[in-house]
């Protein structure tokens, strides 16, 4: 069965940072460019970082120069480093492919950024 599960998130204040993982079952993730997502109730999706498997990595602006986004092939891992969090990173973050056809989407994790 195809799954990916994300994990990592939590409550931190501004300025703090979290590490977030994507792990793999049933298929092996380095065949594919993988990106981070989040999303907000009634917002839509927004891709927030990729990694091609060749280790070339993109961001989105408004992460730019805060989020690292890094892949353990060994491990069938992607990972999504983020720093100096702000208020408005809050959302629900979801790993895929970098483009479509997507695999399920998992259920994703909260990262909440209040003090």
């Known amino acids: 069965q195809l799954q990916l599960v994300e994990s990592g998130g939590g409550l931190v204040q501004p300025g703090g940072s979290l590490r977030l993982s994507c792990a793999a079952s049933g298929f092996t993730l380095d065949y594919y460019a993988i990106g981070w997502y989040r999303q907000a109730p009634g917002k839509q999706r927004e891709l927030v970082a990729t990694?091609?498997?060749?280790?070339?990595?993109n961001y989105a602006d408004s992460v730019k120069g805060r989020f690292t986004i890094s892949r353990d092939n060994a491990k069938n891992m992607v990972y999504l480093q983020m720093n100096s969090l702000k208020p408005e990173d809050t959302d629900v973050y979801y790993c895929?492919?970098?483009?479509?056809?997507?695999?399920?989407w998992g259920q994703g994790t909260q990262v909440t950024v209040s003090s």
């Open positions: 990694i091609t498997n060749g280790g070339n990595t």
């Open positions: 895929n492919k970098a483009r479509g056809p997507y695999f399920t």
